[in-house]
């Protein structure tokens, strides 16, 4: 959680120290947290997560010969090293493939026909659920934005980082970590409608009300690219053919009931969750936080039950935090493992921290690691 001058200038010092020049561009963009709204963006629901004061930064060098140079600070070693006519689409491993595939999806905008050099640096928790892959592609974009002196429109940027992820690193995700990472706003949540892509800010007011998001990372193995994620996504699909709808958030709950199982409750969990978002945005507007902990406790269940991608470590995570004295409580992000995210007053951070640790002792899983975070601003150039 760095100032944007020391990032900037950690950057600049990282990068004359890996390729021997100075950057031509530097970007930052951040991690994000749901809030609520789960599973639903790429079944044209409605979203609201915020962007954290976690993120990556990328610098970025023209090159000569020919390839692009990609190194991070957290990883040991030389640059991978990828000439840029292999730079093809196609599914790749690793944490190089996010940059390469933002890379390549912004090429045809981009003039580095010599090639280029790359290097990251980033302090979300990897497979934490908090999108730090999200954070990765769109630093690499703003960088080379930053670097060519262009400015795109941020849902342009976002649509190019969740392309780059459908394809080369194989996860059909849709468009929320994106583009909350693009578009996010201190003290505010996106509202982000995912069929259209129209969003707003909506103010949390928080800080009024003394309350603070306090994130769990349960280091709980969290991995869409295992297979989870795009099943759930499929049998989404199909409840939506056999209900003839576009959007699978507007199907009627009636003709939900009627589909045969996985599909019934998987297509359940999407059409509730819908009713809650909207739900939840005029609660925090009313400054209801008691009416956003029912909401983010009845998400939680049907993310549990009806889609089931929770786990062990999320659902302690989330009763041991209401029982500390949370006001709202939920599993955030893709799931099977991954982060929780709670409403509580500051005054009780301590305890609700500690309620949860000593769950975790008890269940006999690793310990957590708990973040208390503030709704941050989106992606930007540094340099
Ligand atoms: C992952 C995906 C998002 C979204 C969430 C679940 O974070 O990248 O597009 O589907 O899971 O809400």
């Not at 190089?96 to 981009?110: E, I, K, P, Q, T």
């Not at 909207?278 to 009806?306: I, P, Q, T």
């Amino acid at each position: 959680m760095s100032t944007g001058s020391a990032l900037r200038d950690d950057a600049v010092a990282g990068h004359v120290a890996a390729y021997g020049v100075e950057p031509a561009g530097v970007g930052f963009a951040p991690g994000r947290v749901n809030l609520i709204g789960e599973h639903i963006d790429y079944n044209g629901g409605l979203v609201l997560p915020v962007a954290l004061p976690l993120g990556t930064t990328c610098s970025v060098s023209p090159r000569d010969d020919g390839a692009l140079h990609v190194s991070s600070a957290s990883v040991d070693g030389p640059p991978v090293v990828v000439p840029l006519d292999d730079l093809e689409s196609g599914a790749r491993q690793g944490w190089s493939s996010y940059v390469l595939g933002a890379f390549a999806h912004s090429r045809s905008r981009h003039s580095f026909e010599g090639g280029a050099s790359l290097r990251v640096d980033g302090d979300v928790p990897l497979g934490a659920g908090l999108s730090s892959s999200a954070s990765l592609e769109c630093a690499v974009l703003v960088a080379l934005d930053a670097a060519t002196g262009l400015v795109h429109d941020p849902l342009t940027l976002a649509l190019s980082a969740q392309a780059a992820e459908h394809e080369y690193a194989g996860v059909p995700c849709g468009i929320m970590d994106q583009a909350a990472s693009m578009l996010g706003r201190a003290d505010h949540a996106l509202l982000l409608d995912s069929a259209t892509l129209h969003h707003e800010h909506v103010p949390l007011h928080l800080q009024e009300q003394e309350v603070v998001l306090l994130v769990v990372n349960t280091r709980a193995h969290h991995e869409l690219t295992d297979g989870g994620y795009a099943e759930r996504r499929a049998a989404c699909e199909r409840a939506a053919a056999v209900l003839g709808v576009e959007y699978l958030v507007d199907a009627e709950p009636a003709a939900v009931e009627a589909l045969p199982e996985p599909e019934r409750r998987r297509a359940r969990h999407v059409v509730s969750e819908q009713t809650r978002v909207r739900a939840a945005v005029r609660a925090f507007g009313l400054g209801d936080l008691a009416s956003v902990g029912e909401l983010f406790a009845a998400s939680h269940a049907s993310l549990r039950d009806d889609f089931e991608v929770s786990c062990p470590e999320l659902d302690v995570a989330v009763a041991a935090a209401y029982d500390a004295g949370a006001l709202a409580s939920r599993m955030t992000g893709g799931g099977f493992g991954g982060s929780t995210v709670a409403l509580v007053r500051v005054d009780d951070v301590v305890v609700v921290t500690a309620g949860v640790e000593a769950a975790f002792r008890s269940a006999g899983f690793r310990s957590p690691e708990v973040l208390v975070v503030a709704p941050a601003d989106g992606a930007r150039t540094l340099y």
